[in-house]
């Protein structure tokens, strides 16, 4: 090889060789150079709130709605969606649930109490908070029959489901959905636990397949996934 060149190879080393370990550097190099694309992407889906479609998980009292009133704080205006059932005198334990949901809501929310989330999804022209999908389940699950095992339940859920998921791929506003983390507590003692439990954890998979960012909220504390 000419003197000067700025290729120089080892002692017993052929070209072959030096175009080799040349090939295994810069894969290297591009597969950390991917790593720090990743950490960079991850930072701007923590901090940059919800300027996509969100997903916000969580046990019972895990502090998940909460995190997803904060995440959209700064909208000017918002629709509250509230799909689970209206509180009413039969169940004061709810009703209080219900009003303390409602009195930390800001006077500049738009709520909206409806189980077609479908329809709310296409029609928005303002970013969306759905609280929860949990609760619009255990209303969709009643209305097609499924707690009494009404012959066709399983086809009306899945029509219910893919309209709602195909709503959701196609949102075109800002929304923040939260939903039930079920996959980590007992194996319900009942049938209708069961299935509840199974369709909530298929129906999450789905959503969070087509969210920008997914957030894990467990104690207060945020993880993003």
């Known amino acids: 090889m000419a003197h000067g060149s700025a290729c120089t190879t080892m002692p017993g080393m052929t070209v072959s060789d030096a175009a080799s370990a040349g090939t295994r550097s810069s894969a290297r190099l591009t597969h950390r150079l991917a790593g720090y694309l990743e950490t960079l992407a991850r930072a701007l889906r923590r901090y940059g709130r919800d300027e996509g479609k969100v997903l916000v998980l969580g046990g019972v009292r895990s502090g998940k709605s909460r995190h997803a009133e904060r995440l959209v704080a700064h909208h000017a205006r918002l629709v509250y969606v509230a799909p689970g059932l209206p509180a009413g005198e039969d169940d004061p334990e709810w009703a209080a649930r219900v009003a303390a949901h409602q009195a930390r809501r800001p006077a500049n929310w738009k709520t909206v109490e409806t189980t077609d989330l479908a329809g709310i999804l296409r029609s928005a022209t303002e970013p969306l908070l759905i609280d ?9 699950l009643d209305d097609v029959g499924a707690w009494q095992q009404k012959p066709g339940w399983e086809h009306r859920l899945d ?8 709503a959701w791929a196609a949102a075109r506003v800002p929304v923040v959905a939260v939903s039930n983390e079920v996959g980590s507590g007992v194996v319900p003692a ?6 509840f439990r199974d369709v909530l954890g298929a129906l999450n998979n789905r959503v969070s397949a087509d969210a920008d960012r997914v957030v894990l909220v467990v104690a207060g504390r945020a993880l993003d996934l």
């Open 190 to 195: 009942t049938s209708s636990g069961r299935l």
């Open 132 to 140: 929860c999908l949990g609760t619009w389940l255990s209303r969709v």
């Open 159 to 166: 029509d219910r489901l893919e309209d709602f998921l195909a």
